[in-house]
Protein backbone atom coordinates (compact mmCIF):
# COMPACT_ATOMS: atom_id res chain seq x y z
CA UNK A 1 0.00 0.00 0.00
CA UNK A 2 1.31 3.84 -0.20
CA UNK A 3 0.67 5.95 2.01
CA UNK A 4 -1.38 9.32 0.64
CA UNK A 5 -1.55 12.78 2.28
CA UNK A 6 -4.19 15.37 0.64
CA UNK A 7 -3.70 19.01 0.61
CA UNK A 8 -5.81 22.11 -0.78
CA UNK A 9 -9.28 22.45 -0.10
CA UNK A 10 -9.87 25.64 1.48
CA UNK A 11 -13.55 28.14 1.85
CA UNK A 12 -14.30 29.60 -1.42
CA UNK A 13 -17.01 31.14 -3.06
CA UNK A 14 -19.28 29.70 -5.95
CA UNK A 15 -17.51 30.02 -9.57
CA UNK A 16 -14.12 29.92 -7.93
CA UNK A 17 -11.53 27.79 -8.25
CA UNK A 18 -9.07 25.11 -6.35
CA UNK A 19 -6.49 22.51 -7.18
CA UNK A 20 -6.42 19.63 -4.59
CA UNK A 21 -2.89 17.95 -4.41
CA UNK A 22 -2.39 14.32 -3.08
CA UNK A 23 0.98 12.98 -2.15
CA UNK A 24 2.17 9.47 -2.26
CA UNK A 25 4.65 7.76 -0.76
CA UNK A 26 6.74 4.64 -1.94
CA UNK A 27 8.19 3.91 -4.70
CA UNK A 28 5.09 2.34 -7.03
CA UNK A 29 3.51 5.45 -7.32
CA UNK A 30 2.85 4.71 -11.13
CA UNK A 31 1.58 0.99 -10.85
CA UNK A 32 -1.34 2.18 -9.28
CA UNK A 33 -4.62 3.82 -10.94
CA UNK A 34 -5.66 6.96 -9.09
CA UNK A 35 -8.97 8.63 -8.06
CA UNK A 36 -10.66 11.40 -5.97
CA UNK A 37 -13.77 10.88 -3.99
CA UNK A 38 -15.40 12.83 -2.01
CA UNK A 39 -18.31 12.58 0.97
CA UNK A 40 -20.75 15.62 1.98
CA UNK A 41 -22.09 15.38 5.41
CA UNK A 42 -24.91 12.76 5.48
CA UNK A 43 -24.01 11.44 2.52
CA UNK A 44 -22.37 8.49 1.10
CA UNK A 45 -19.33 8.80 -0.54
CA UNK A 46 -19.23 9.28 -4.24
CA UNK A 47 -16.86 8.61 -7.07
CA UNK A 48 -14.97 12.07 -8.49
CA UNK A 49 -12.41 11.70 -11.46
CA UNK A 50 -9.97 8.15 -11.94
CA UNK A 51 -6.89 8.78 -13.82
CA UNK A 52 -5.85 4.85 -15.09
CA UNK A 53 -1.83 3.61 -16.00
CA UNK A 54 -2.34 4.02 -19.29
CA UNK A 55 -3.75 7.63 -18.70
CA UNK A 56 -6.87 7.78 -19.45
CA UNK A 57 -9.44 9.61 -17.14
CA UNK A 58 -13.19 9.28 -16.32
CA UNK A 59 -15.58 12.24 -14.55
CA UNK A 60 -18.62 11.66 -12.66
CA UNK A 61 -21.30 13.61 -14.71
CA UNK A 62 -21.46 16.47 -12.37
CA UNK A 63 -17.94 17.36 -12.26
CA UNK A 64 -17.75 16.74 -15.93
CA UNK A 65 -16.24 19.74 -18.16
CA UNK A 66 -15.26 21.88 -14.38
CA UNK A 67 -12.69 18.96 -13.14
CA UNK A 68 -9.76 17.76 -14.05
CA UNK A 69 -7.95 14.69 -12.69
CA UNK A 70 -4.08 14.68 -13.87
CA UNK A 71 -0.95 12.79 -12.85
CA UNK A 72 2.99 13.67 -12.15
CA UNK A 73 5.18 10.36 -12.23
CA UNK A 74 7.75 12.53 -11.41
CA UNK A 75 6.27 14.00 -8.22
CA UNK A 76 4.28 11.00 -7.06
CA UNK A 77 1.33 13.36 -7.00
CA UNK A 78 -2.21 13.27 -8.04
CA UNK A 79 -3.75 16.61 -8.96
CA UNK A 80 -7.49 17.66 -9.24
CA UNK A 81 -8.30 21.00 -10.51
CA UNK A 82 -11.55 22.23 -10.01
CA UNK A 83 -13.19 25.13 -11.68
CA UNK A 84 -16.48 26.80 -11.41
CA UNK A 85 -16.93 25.28 -8.21
CA UNK A 86 -20.59 25.22 -6.75
CA UNK A 87 -22.18 25.02 -3.55
CA UNK A 88 -23.08 21.29 -4.13
CA UNK A 89 -19.26 20.01 -4.56
CA UNK A 90 -18.76 21.29 -1.10
CA UNK A 91 -17.58 18.23 0.67
CA UNK A 92 -14.51 15.91 2.01
CA UNK A 93 -12.17 14.98 -0.86
CA UNK A 94 -10.49 12.08 -0.45
CA UNK A 95 -7.48 10.45 -3.36
CA UNK A 96 -7.55 6.79 -3.10
CA UNK A 97 -5.16 4.05 -5.19
CA UNK A 98 -6.00 0.98 -6.73
CA UNK A 99 -4.26 -1.94 -8.51
CA UNK A 100 -7.65 -3.42 -10.08
CA UNK A 101 -11.16 -3.47 -9.90
CA UNK A 102 -13.73 -0.80 -10.90
CA UNK A 103 -12.51 2.75 -11.39
CA UNK A 104 -15.67 4.19 -9.86
CA UNK A 105 -16.03 1.38 -7.00
CA UNK A 106 -14.39 2.70 -3.56
CA UNK A 107 -14.26 -0.77 -2.75
CA UNK A 108 -11.74 -1.14 -5.62
CA UNK A 109 -9.43 1.15 -3.68
CA UNK A 110 -7.01 -0.24 -1.03
CA UNK A 111 -5.52 2.75 0.01
CA UNK A 112 -7.00 6.28 0.99
CA UNK A 113 -6.16 9.94 2.38
CA UNK A 114 -7.28 11.68 5.47
CA UNK A 115 -9.25 13.80 3.83
CA UNK A 116 -9.51 17.68 2.53
CA UNK A 117 -12.12 19.71 3.38
CA UNK A 118 -13.89 22.16 0.37
CA UNK A 119 -16.69 24.15 1.46
CA UNK A 120 -18.12 26.34 -1.17
CA UNK A 121 -19.98 29.48 -0.58
CA UNK A 122 -23.42 30.67 -2.44
Known amino acids: QVQLVESGGGLVQAGDSLRLSCAASGRTFSSYAWAWFRQAPGKEREFVAS???????YYAESVKGRFTISRDNAKNTVYLQMNSLRPDDTAVYYC????????????????WGQGTRVTVSS
Open 51 to 57: ITLSWSV
Open 96 to 111: AARLSGSYSSPLSYAS
